[in-house]
């Protein structure tokens, strides 16, 4: 079934470490996303990637990093984590990145930094 | 960034309509979303407009104002599987900013 598959669903992780989230689609989508969301907040973009070998800053980037080595993967890392980046971890793909298709997104990872 | 508001939550009864009000202050406008997303789920798309006017589709419509800066869906003939939270996202610059969301309890 073609769709956008998140790892892991949930993680509980020490403050000061790292770790990656991996996110991957198989509808040849060239757009990828993250998100985060919290209660009250909404979703807000992480980073984005409108195709492979580029990537931009959304609306909270600071403390992420992101890359796009080909189309099908947009792995999200958090360098060195800290509590404030407890959330729930969206990726989200488009065919294209001009905003007027829709987003189709990943299950989610749950994480929490203690 | 943008100013998206919707109200946090709505009940309403099995059977009603409900419409879900949504306004936004925004710069380089390029269409708006409706997505739905149940407790623990990822957002599922429902609708876009671009222009302004009526997009019916099903039970749901969603209406546009772009002079306005105002959106609705509207929900009919609400069932209980209807109950979730519906997000108003505006796409500026080529990104997708979301509104916190309205939850929507549908009561028997």
């Known amino acids: 079934i073609a769709g956008i598959t998140q790892a892991p669903t949930s993680q509980i992780l020490a403050a000061g470490r790292r770790m990656t989230l991996r996110c991957t689609q198989d509808m040849r989508h060239n757009a990828m996303y993250w998100y985060r969301q919290d209660l009250g907040l909404g979703l807000r973009l992480i980073h984005y990637?409108?195709?492979?070998?580029?990537?931009g800053k959304g609306e909270v980037p600071d403390g992420y990093s992101v890359s796009r080595a080909n189309t099908d993967d947009f792995p999200l890392t958090l360098a060195s984590a800290v509590p404030s980046q407890t959330s729930v971890y969206f990726c989200?793909?488009?065919?294209?990145?001009?905003?007027?298709?829709?987003?189709?997104f990943g299950d989610g990872t749950r994480l929490s930094i203690l | 960034g943008q100013n998206i508001d919707q109200p946090t939550e709505m009940t309403a009864t099995e059977g009603a309509i409900v419409q879900i009000n949504c306004t936004y202050q925004?710069?380089?406008?390029?269409?708006l979303f409706w997505y739905q997303q149940h407790a623990g789920e990822a957002p599922t798309f429902l609708s876009y407009?671009?222009?302004?006017g009526l997009e019916e589709k099903g039970r749901f419509s969603s209406f546009l104002s772009r002079s306005k800066g105002y959106s609705y869906l509207l929900l009919k003939e609400l069932q209980m599987k209807d109950s979730a939270s519906y997000l108003c996202a505006v796409n500026s610059d080529y990104k997708l900013s979301f509104g916190a969301g309205t939850t929507v309890t549908v009561r028997a």
């Open positions: 990637s409108n195709t492979a070998g580029t990537t």
């Open positions: 407009n671009v222009l302004d």
């Open positions: 989200a793909s488009s065919l294209t990145g001009e905003g007027n298709q829709p987003q189709h």
């Open positions: 925004t710069s380089g406008f390029n269409g």
